[in-house]
């Protein structure tokens, strides 16, 4: 272990409004190099809010975000006050790939085509080289055989699979998935899970958040419980999941199991 | 009825010497249509860009635009374009050209108010996966969200190209000449209303060929789904 290295996310007193709804009420976390992280809580806490505005697709309010030791925001109402050149910025947020609830393929392109895109255009790989990689990581997620494919004929959990590999593509540091199984019919969750476990293993560094508890359990190096904007509770899966302390994860692990 | 079909028998020869008189004026009802769409096509990408951006001033100014050649009437603008433009010092010799101007102004802004429909009728998660993956606001709109949203334009785009065919009949009233123009004069000159036979068959020929063009193409962009 390195400990050396700055930790891949860290984020300090995270903030953010919905007008005046507070979905994010100082949420401060960090995830080491190759941890897997397990977000978990009711539906409405947050952890989507949260999750979103890592990468830019929320705005927070207020509060720091580090991506390996590199302040990307500092906010204040609202207002950036670091002010990065846009390269730089971009690189930063590069480093960090996202699976949806919903995959987000993109339906007008052929499998293969969903996981070059990215690469070709906005790495400006060329087209033979991404296309190498991408037939790798297709049979990675165990889809060698639809990589000429349109989305629209794949089941849910091989859109899903589909969806990694072009996260993958660009070489991130960091996967963050938002339910990345709540949209599945329950007999194609488990081979989402599979891969997801599998890239644990191999050592990638995720930010997951999940009802699976099950997955929580046995990939997560810890896990978050959030509740009503907050981290409510944070701890190894033992001490989460068998030894709950705050009231509202009793609750809330009574009611899933 | 039958009184109908022995009027057409017995003009029979009448009829059939009309069709190249009128063909010959078809040309310019065909010519400025595709003109004016074509030309309106480019300029409403830009538009419906442009009200929907986050820049306020060009926001507005996109706005202002459409509001106005969609809350006037076409043949005002042709006036306005015509008539009332040499007085602001600005002469347009050509009928045609002054005709192509209204035309394609006007319909740039119902394809404007088209495309953004089909835009933001593409699920945000496309243009939010698109961002994830590091790419800039025009590239998504290049690569991921204008592409699919060119099926669902379309059935709208055929619907205001055949609106256009049909109003190209309103630029007689600057003396250009074009279908409907030639067929009133035809109807006086023989004083006798069976131009308008061959005249609605030149329309229906149009307007069907077109369509059929259209469902072949919206076939071709549906092949992902
Ligand atoms: N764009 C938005 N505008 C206004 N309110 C929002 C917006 N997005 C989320 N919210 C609100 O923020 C709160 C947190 O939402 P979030 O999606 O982060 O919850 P979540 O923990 O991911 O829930 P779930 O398990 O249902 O996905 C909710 O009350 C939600 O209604
Ligand atoms: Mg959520």
New interface residues.
Partial sequence: MENTKAPMIQTVNVCKNFGSLEVLKNVSLTVEQGEVVCIIGPSGSGKSTYLRSL???EKITSGKIYIEGTLLDDREHGVNKVKLPKEEK?QL??K???V?Q?F??????TVLDNVT??PI???KIPKSQAEQIARDLIKRVGLSEKVDV???KLSGGQQQRV?IA??LA?QPEIMLFDEPTSALDPELVGEVLAVMKQLAKDGMTMFVVTHEMSFAREVADKVVFMYEGEVAEIGTPTEIFDNPKHEKLKQFLNKID | MSEFWQAISVNFDKIVNWIPVLLKSTGTTLLLTLCSVSAGLVVSVFLALGKMSKLKILSKLCSAYIFFFRGTPLLMQLFVVYYGLPYMGITIDSKFFAAFLAYAMNSSAYLAEIIRAAIQSI?K??L????????SYP?AMR??II??SIRRLIPPIGNEFIMIVKDTALVSSIALVELSGKTKDIMIASSSPLVFVPALAIYLLITGVFTFILNRLEKRFS???
């Fill in positions: 990468n830019h697709l971009n947020l590069l960090m790939g996202m949806f919903r987000h393929l993109f339906p007008h392109k895109i990215a255009n906005v790495k349109y989305p629209s969806a072009r996260a660009m | 699920d998660g496309q939010e996966a698109a961002k994830s993956l590091g790419m590239m690569l991921i592409p699919q092949v992902y789904e």
